[in-house]
Protein backbone atom coordinates (compact mmCIF):
# COMPACT_ATOMS: atom_id res chain seq x y z
CA UNK A 1 0.00 0.00 0.00
CA UNK A 2 1.14 3.56 -0.34
CA UNK A 3 1.81 6.04 2.23
CA UNK A 4 2.62 9.50 2.47
CA UNK A 5 4.96 10.97 5.58
CA UNK A 6 5.31 14.32 6.38
CA UNK A 7 8.36 14.57 8.87
CA UNK A 8 7.90 18.34 9.96
CA UNK A 9 4.36 18.75 11.95
CA UNK A 10 4.86 22.54 12.41
CA UNK A 11 7.37 25.05 10.69
CA UNK A 12 7.70 29.04 11.16
CA UNK A 13 9.01 31.34 8.41
CA UNK A 14 9.52 35.22 8.27
CA UNK A 15 7.71 37.28 6.44
CA UNK A 16 9.23 37.28 2.20
CA UNK A 17 11.56 34.40 3.49
CA UNK A 18 11.90 30.75 1.86
CA UNK A 19 10.38 28.10 3.15
CA UNK A 20 10.52 24.46 2.32
CA UNK A 21 8.45 21.67 3.61
CA UNK A 22 9.20 17.98 3.22
CA UNK A 23 7.37 15.05 1.82
CA UNK A 24 8.52 11.43 1.64
CA UNK A 25 6.13 8.47 0.36
CA UNK A 26 6.52 4.74 -0.44
CA UNK A 27 5.00 3.21 -3.80
CA UNK A 28 5.94 0.40 -6.14
CA UNK A 29 3.93 2.20 -8.96
CA UNK A 30 6.20 4.07 -11.44
CA UNK A 31 3.35 6.18 -12.57
CA UNK A 32 1.42 8.50 -10.20
CA UNK A 33 0.63 12.00 -9.17
CA UNK A 34 2.08 14.05 -6.22
CA UNK A 35 0.06 17.47 -5.45
CA UNK A 36 0.49 19.55 -2.40
CA UNK A 37 -2.62 21.01 -0.91
CA UNK A 38 -3.35 23.90 1.98
CA UNK A 39 -6.27 23.88 4.40
CA UNK A 40 -6.66 27.10 6.23
CA UNK A 41 -8.92 27.94 8.97
CA UNK A 42 -11.64 27.54 6.43
CA UNK A 43 -11.51 23.59 6.52
CA UNK A 44 -11.32 23.82 2.27
CA UNK A 45 -8.49 22.14 0.83
CA UNK A 46 -6.97 24.58 -2.26
CA UNK A 47 -4.65 22.89 -4.96
CA UNK A 48 -1.46 24.64 -4.55
CA UNK A 49 0.61 22.44 -7.50
CA UNK A 50 0.83 19.19 -8.76
CA UNK A 51 3.62 16.92 -10.20
CA UNK A 52 3.32 14.06 -12.97
CA UNK A 53 5.60 11.47 -11.90
CA UNK A 54 6.80 10.90 -15.16
CA UNK A 55 7.91 14.66 -15.74
CA UNK A 56 11.73 14.86 -14.58
CA UNK A 57 11.25 18.69 -14.80
CA UNK A 58 9.84 20.02 -11.32
CA UNK A 59 6.44 22.07 -11.31
CA UNK A 60 6.53 25.65 -10.73
CA UNK A 61 3.31 27.92 -9.46
CA UNK A 62 4.46 31.51 -8.89
CA UNK A 63 5.51 31.72 -5.69
CA UNK A 64 5.27 28.03 -5.03
CA UNK A 65 7.86 25.22 -6.43
CA UNK A 66 8.86 21.76 -5.65
CA UNK A 67 12.01 19.69 -5.84
CA UNK A 68 11.12 16.07 -6.83
CA UNK A 69 13.11 13.52 -6.81
CA UNK A 70 11.78 10.42 -7.82
CA UNK A 71 14.23 8.15 -6.92
CA UNK A 72 14.31 9.13 -3.42
CA UNK A 73 10.92 9.20 -3.50
CA UNK A 74 10.74 12.81 -2.37
CA UNK A 75 8.70 15.84 -2.80
CA UNK A 76 9.18 18.79 -0.99
CA UNK A 77 7.89 22.07 -1.39
CA UNK A 78 9.46 25.40 -1.57
CA UNK A 79 7.44 28.92 -0.96
CA UNK A 80 9.18 31.71 -1.37
CA UNK A 81 8.85 35.58 -0.47
CA UNK A 82 6.86 33.88 2.01
CA UNK A 83 3.65 36.09 2.42
CA UNK A 84 0.79 35.85 5.95
CA UNK A 85 -2.02 34.74 3.77
CA UNK A 86 0.32 31.44 3.25
CA UNK A 87 -0.33 30.48 7.09
CA UNK A 88 -2.04 26.93 7.10
CA UNK A 89 -2.17 23.65 7.36
CA UNK A 90 -0.53 21.95 4.73
CA UNK A 91 -0.65 18.77 3.24
CA UNK A 92 1.24 16.16 0.55
CA UNK A 93 -0.76 13.78 -1.78
CA UNK A 94 0.05 10.74 -3.96
CA UNK A 95 -2.09 8.95 -6.48
CA UNK A 96 -1.66 6.52 -8.12
CA UNK A 97 -2.67 5.43 -11.74
CA UNK A 98 -3.27 1.65 -11.22
CA UNK A 99 -6.37 -0.40 -9.09
CA UNK A 100 -8.97 1.04 -10.84
CA UNK A 101 -10.39 4.18 -11.99
CA UNK A 102 -10.77 5.65 -8.12
CA UNK A 103 -8.14 7.87 -8.31
CA UNK A 104 -8.50 8.22 -4.86
CA UNK A 105 -5.66 10.64 -2.79
CA UNK A 106 -3.27 9.13 0.09
CA UNK A 107 -2.26 12.27 2.38
CA UNK A 108 -0.02 12.73 4.45
CA UNK A 109 -0.56 13.84 7.96
CA UNK A 110 0.13 17.61 7.23
CA UNK A 111 2.22 20.18 8.48
CA UNK A 112 1.30 23.56 9.86
CA UNK A 113 3.19 26.76 8.56
CA UNK A 114 3.44 29.95 10.41
CA UNK A 115 4.21 33.14 8.83
CA UNK A 116 5.97 35.75 11.56
CA UNK A 117 5.57 39.64 10.45
CA UNK B 1 -22.89 26.46 -7.74
CA UNK B 2 -20.04 28.04 -8.06
CA UNK B 3 -17.87 25.67 -5.51
CA UNK B 4 -18.88 21.96 -3.50
CA UNK B 5 -20.98 22.98 -0.64
CA UNK B 6 -21.51 20.75 2.44
CA UNK B 7 -24.53 21.32 4.87
CA UNK B 8 -24.33 21.48 7.97
CA UNK B 9 -20.99 23.13 8.47
CA UNK B 10 -21.06 21.81 11.96
CA UNK B 11 -22.99 18.85 13.64
CA UNK B 12 -23.18 17.99 17.68
CA UNK B 13 -24.60 14.62 18.13
CA UNK B 14 -25.65 12.30 20.82
CA UNK B 15 -24.01 8.90 20.57
CA UNK B 16 -26.12 6.32 19.29
CA UNK B 17 -28.19 9.00 16.98
CA UNK B 18 -28.11 9.01 13.67
CA UNK B 19 -26.89 11.83 11.10
CA UNK B 20 -27.00 12.59 7.69
CA UNK B 21 -24.35 14.89 5.56
CA UNK B 22 -24.68 16.31 2.76
CA UNK B 23 -22.51 17.41 -0.35
CA UNK B 24 -23.63 19.24 -3.21
CA UNK B 25 -20.98 19.21 -6.08
CA UNK B 26 -20.11 21.70 -8.83
CA UNK B 27 -22.84 21.35 -11.43
CA UNK B 28 -21.78 19.03 -14.47
CA UNK B 29 -19.13 16.74 -12.34
CA UNK B 30 -19.74 13.05 -12.29
CA UNK B 31 -17.37 11.78 -9.58
CA UNK B 32 -17.32 12.83 -5.97
CA UNK B 33 -15.74 11.75 -2.99
CA UNK B 34 -15.93 11.27 0.70
CA UNK B 35 -12.89 11.96 2.91
CA UNK B 36 -12.77 11.87 6.69
CA UNK B 37 -10.30 14.04 8.66
CA UNK B 38 -9.57 13.01 12.36
CA UNK B 39 -8.27 15.62 14.42
CA UNK B 40 -4.44 16.09 13.77
CA UNK B 41 -4.80 13.68 10.47
CA UNK B 42 -5.14 13.98 7.09
CA UNK B 43 -8.46 13.02 5.17
CA UNK B 44 -8.56 9.63 4.76
CA UNK B 45 -10.97 8.04 1.49
CA UNK B 46 -14.42 6.63 2.26
CA UNK B 47 -16.15 6.26 -0.56
CA UNK B 48 -16.17 7.13 -4.88
CA UNK B 49 -19.01 7.59 -6.64
CA UNK B 50 -18.81 8.05 -10.47
CA UNK B 51 -22.69 9.09 -11.30
CA UNK B 52 -25.41 7.33 -9.40
CA UNK B 53 -23.34 4.69 -8.47
CA UNK B 54 -20.38 3.49 -5.41
CA UNK B 55 -17.52 2.70 -7.75
CA UNK B 56 -15.72 2.12 -4.65
CA UNK B 57 -16.85 2.10 -1.09
CA UNK B 58 -13.31 0.43 0.23
CA UNK B 59 -12.75 3.24 2.71
CA UNK B 60 -15.85 2.82 4.73
CA UNK B 61 -14.48 2.06 8.54
CA UNK B 62 -17.99 -0.17 8.69
CA UNK B 63 -21.69 -1.30 8.36
CA UNK B 64 -22.50 1.90 10.13
CA UNK B 65 -21.53 4.46 7.09
CA UNK B 66 -23.46 4.10 4.06
CA UNK B 67 -23.55 6.73 1.14
CA UNK B 68 -26.41 7.87 -1.78
CA UNK B 69 -26.18 9.92 -4.53
CA UNK B 70 -29.89 8.90 -6.12
CA UNK B 71 -29.37 11.46 -9.02
CA UNK B 72 -25.81 11.67 -9.70
CA UNK B 73 -25.57 14.75 -8.22
CA UNK B 74 -25.98 15.69 -4.58
CA UNK B 75 -24.62 12.60 -2.46
CA UNK B 76 -25.40 11.76 1.61
CA UNK B 77 -23.36 10.26 3.89
CA UNK B 78 -25.32 8.74 6.69
CA UNK B 79 -23.50 7.27 10.12
CA UNK B 80 -25.74 4.96 12.30
CA UNK B 81 -25.65 4.84 15.81
CA UNK B 82 -22.98 7.42 15.85
CA UNK B 83 -19.89 6.94 18.11
CA UNK B 84 -17.83 9.10 20.02
CA UNK B 85 -14.48 7.86 17.58
CA UNK B 86 -16.81 9.23 14.94
CA UNK B 87 -15.90 12.90 15.37
CA UNK B 88 -14.48 14.38 12.38
CA UNK B 89 -14.36 16.68 9.04
CA UNK B 90 -15.98 14.80 6.59
CA UNK B 91 -14.96 16.35 3.38
CA UNK B 92 -16.61 16.29 -0.15
CA UNK B 93 -14.96 16.54 -3.14
CA UNK B 94 -15.82 16.85 -6.94
CA UNK B 95 -14.23 16.61 -10.07
CA UNK B 96 -15.44 16.25 -13.89
CA UNK B 97 -14.43 12.64 -14.04
CA UNK B 98 -12.42 10.58 -11.40
CA UNK B 99 -8.94 11.99 -12.35
CA UNK B 100 -6.17 13.96 -11.34
CA UNK B 101 -6.34 16.15 -14.85
CA UNK B 102 -9.54 17.65 -14.19
CA UNK B 103 -8.59 18.68 -10.72
CA UNK B 104 -11.02 17.80 -7.43
CA UNK B 105 -12.90 21.00 -5.88
CA UNK B 106 -13.06 20.24 -2.41
CA UNK B 107 -15.73 21.36 -0.02
CA UNK B 108 -15.37 23.48 3.77
CA UNK B 109 -16.53 20.35 4.99
CA UNK B 110 -18.59 19.07 7.97
CA UNK B 111 -17.01 19.13 11.58
CA UNK B 112 -19.15 16.02 13.32
CA UNK B 113 -18.87 16.18 17.11
CA UNK B 114 -20.34 12.91 18.67
CA UNK B 115 -20.78 13.55 22.51
Known amino acids: AQTVTQSQPEMSVQEAETVTLSCTYD???????LFWYKQPPSRQMILVIR??????QNATENRFSVNFQKAAKSFSLKISDSQLGDAAMYFC??????????????FGTGTLLAVQP | GAGVSQTPSNKVTEKGKYVELRCDPISGHTALYWYRQSLGQGPEFLIYFQGTGAADDSGLPNDRFFAVRPEGSVSTLKIQRTERGDSAVYLC?????????????FGSGTRLTVV
Open chain 2, 93 to 105: ASSFSAGWYYGYT
Open chain 1, 51 to 56: QEAYKQ
Open chain 1, 93 to 106: AYQGTYGGATNKLI
Open chain 1, 27 to 33: TSESDYY
